[in-house]
Antibody, heavy 117, light 106 residues
């Protein structure tokens, strides 16, 4: 059974750096073809894809946010980490960790991050 | 980047109705399109992939069609449990989602 769970701060201040961790089970990110994404959703708004890391350590970023994002993996811990710099109130959203590409087949429950001073 | 649009943004229909949601891509994405269902307070769930293939466990009243830039999600015989927001997503390039269509029951 595949599970993913996001963890990180619920509240960050403007200009701070956000670090989110996705801890997963039921698959290995060292297996060929495995991929993990980060996707976010501001309250009441649409989904926005942020970044993806592949089994071979290829990394892909949203064009509009790539200067602020870094994605990495720790295969031994079954974790994927996303950092987002220079947080702003407009970055308030639920952040999801999602397995797969092109099918976003398994989603974490999401973690709400609020950006406020 | 490829932009996705959806219409309508919301709709209200009766149980048993046929519901159609359209999705349009800003450029040709062949059949590189998925649909997701998101119920209130929950994470999205994959519904249809590659334009028309039903994910395992998804009821057959859901169907998808289209090619190129224009796509459709159809729900036949709408059920109360279909109340949700539906998103299309392209994967021809870096993934992007449509703005969503909220479906309610009259």
């Amino acid at each position: 059974q595949v599970t993913l769970k996001e963890s990180g701060p619920a509240l960050v201040k403007p200009t701070q750096t956000l670090t989110l961790t996705c801890t997963f089970s039921g698959f290995s990110l060292s297996t060929t073809g495995m991929r993990v994404n980060w996707i976010r959703q501001p309250p009441g708004k649409a989904l926005e894809w942020l970044a993806r890391i592949d089994w071979d350590d290829d990394k892909f970023y949203s064009t509009s946010l790539k200067t602020r994002l870094t994605i990495s993996k720790d295969t031994s811990k079954n974790q994927v980490v996303l950092t987002m710099t220079n947080m702003d109130p407009v970055d308030t959203a639920t952040y999801y960790c999602v397995r797969g590409h092109p099918l976003l087949s398994s989603w974490g429950q999401g973690t709400l991050v609020t950006v406020s001073s | 980047d490829i932009q996705m649009t959806q219409s309508p943004s919301s709709l209200s229909a009766s149980v048993g109705d046929r519901v159609t949601i359209t999705c349009q891509a800003s450029q040709d994405i062949t059949n590189y399109l998925n649909w997701y269902q998101q119920k209130p307070g929950k994470a999205p769930k994959l519904l249809i992939y590659d334009t028309s293939s039903l994910e395992t466990g998804v009821p057959s009243r859901f169907s998808g069609s289209g090619f190129g830039t224009d796509f459709t999600l159809t729900i036949n015989n709408l059920q109360p449990e279909d109340i949700a927001t539906y998103y299309c997503q392209q994967f021809e390039n870096l993934p992007s989602f449509g703005p969503g269509t909220k479906v309610d029951i009259k």
